[in-house]
């Protein structure tokens, strides 16, 4: 049984979560995630992250918070809907929906240290740190474990009621909470529309996630000058990321779209053809999308991926 101030504590952790914005948030126990260890070990080691080698580095903190933060209790988990209300023009190149607005690194990290501070005016000193795809961590194991969904064969966290259109962000603090307890079971059963879809054939049966055969991938991580042209030639006008797994996904049926201004789309996201983004140059890339997650891949990411994708 836990302790009335541990269950104290996770209501008001929950209730600033919710006045702050998020959508979901879950919590589980801290401690070492034997079996995804093993599972990212080989991952790495057949080489599907690709050119990603940081995912090499600091494999004992990726797997185990308290080595991360060292105390820490509890693996606090929010989810922050990014669905769109409105869709780019058919004729434009594609860009992932979760790039549409605001880098939601800036966003959502803005939060979470609003989030933290919040907890220690409201239960006293709390040590903790917040990550946002910024750091060693396995965001999508620790949202499963806290009952905020489950991992479906893309690789994505799968909400039943919500669908998987979300950021995901963690905070690892030292605060004893009480847990949530996980699905007793993923709900993708036999479908395989993720697979069927995928034009690279990046996703296995077995829910592993080939990175380096990804659109995503091509389009942002891989720094070459040049791309296979097996798989250039399916990128589909993928010029930024890539939504066709999530797109075909039955449980985003229930996607609605989010009440977060800092993440609505840009015009020019929205409307702009190929010939618009051909003819901007750097200057203009960077004045327009210098808070947008585009910068990622910087205005020469951009112009090498219109020239090998879009037909």
């Not at 979300?166 to 036999?190: H, K, M, R, S, V």
């Not at 995503?216 to 939504?243: H, M, Q, R």
Request: hydrophobic residues 40%; neutral net charge.
């Amino acid at each position: 049984m836990f302790q009335h101030k541990a269950i104290t504590d996770t209501h008001k952790v929950k209730a600033i979560a919710t006045e702050l914005g998020f959508d979901e948030v879950g919590i589980a126990k801290a401690e070492a995630l034997t079996e995804d260890a093993v599972r990212l070990e080989q991952w790495l080691l057949k080489g599907f992250h690709g050119e990603m080698k940081y995912m090499e580095n600091h494999f004992d903190m990726r797997v185990d918070p308290t080595k991360l933060v060292p105390g820490a209790k509890s693996v606090i988990t929010l989810l922050f809907n990014y669905f769109p209300e409105k869709l780019q023009d058919e004729s434009s190149p594609k860009i992932a929906k979760y790039a549409y607005g605001k880098d939601y690194h800036l966003v959502i990290r803005q939060k979470l240290n609003e989030f933290l501070l919040n907890i220690r005016e409201r239960i006293g000193q709390v040590e903790g740190r917040g990550f946002v795809d910024s750091a060693p961590v396995l965001e999508r194991s620790w949202a499963a474990r806290s009952g905020l969904g489950w991992i479906g064969k893309n690789g994505n966290l799968i909400n039943k009621q919500k669908g998987s259109f979300f950021f995901l962000a963690t905070l690892i603090t030292d605060l004893e909470l009480q847990p949530d307890n996980p699905l007793p079971q993923d709900y993708c059963g036999t479908c395989t529309k993720c697979i069927d879809a995928c034009p690279t054939e990046a996703i296995l049966p077995d829910k592993t996630l080939l990175a380096n055969q990804c659109i995503s991938y091509f389009t942002i991580e891989l720094k070459s000058a040049e791309l296979p042209d097996k798989l250039a030639a399916k990128a589909d006008n993928w010029v930024f990321g890539c939504d066709i797994c999530q797109d075909v996904c039955p449980w985003n049926r229930f996607s609605k779209p989010h009440n977060h201004p800092e993440f609505a789309p840009s015009n020019e996201i929205i409307s702009f053809s190929i010939k618009d983004w051909m003819a901007m140059d750097e200057s203009g890339f960077k004045q327009l999308f210098k808070d947008s997650a585009l910068s990622r891949t910087k205005w020469k990411g951009i112009q090498r991926n219109l020239k090998l994708f879009v037909k």
